[in-house]
């Protein structure tokens, strides 16, 4: 008897050996794993900043150039409306003098 408990005790220790060798193999390759999980969701972000950046810098690109097409057509239209104003003043006051007895009739009825 005394020898089976023996080797059951013996068996316990190898597989005790087995198991605490297993639990730490397993444990690395959970390690290794996050750490791969972490570095592709790494490049993945880096991959997103970069696009989101060049995004960002086209758009200030185009708005800039909106912008100045905007100031540029205003000016023509602001020119083109003081010529008008100067070869036709009575016209010009009698726009003016409709256009604010329309709003302060709008305005009126509210």
């Given amino acids: 008897m005394a020898t089976a408990a023996n080797?059951?005790?013996?068996?316990?220790?190898?597989?005790g050996k087995d198991v605490a060798r297993d639990e730490a193999l397993l444990s690395e390759m959970a390690r290794e794993r996050a750490h791969s999980a972490v570095d592709s969701l790494s490049d993945r972000a880096a991959?997103?900043?970069?696009?989101i950046r060049e995004t960002a810098a086209s758009s200030s690109d185009s708005l800039a150039q909106k912008r100045d097409q905007l100031k540029e057509t205003a000016s023509q239209t602001r020119s083109e409306v003081e010529g008008f104003a100067k070869k036709n003043p009575w016209a010009a006051a009698s726009i003016a003098f409709a256009t604010g007895a329309i709003v302060s009739a709008l305005i009126r009825r509210r």
């Fill in 47 to 51: 991959v997103a900043e970069e696009k």
């Fill in 7 to 15: 080797s059951k005790n013996a068996n316990k220790s190898v597989n």
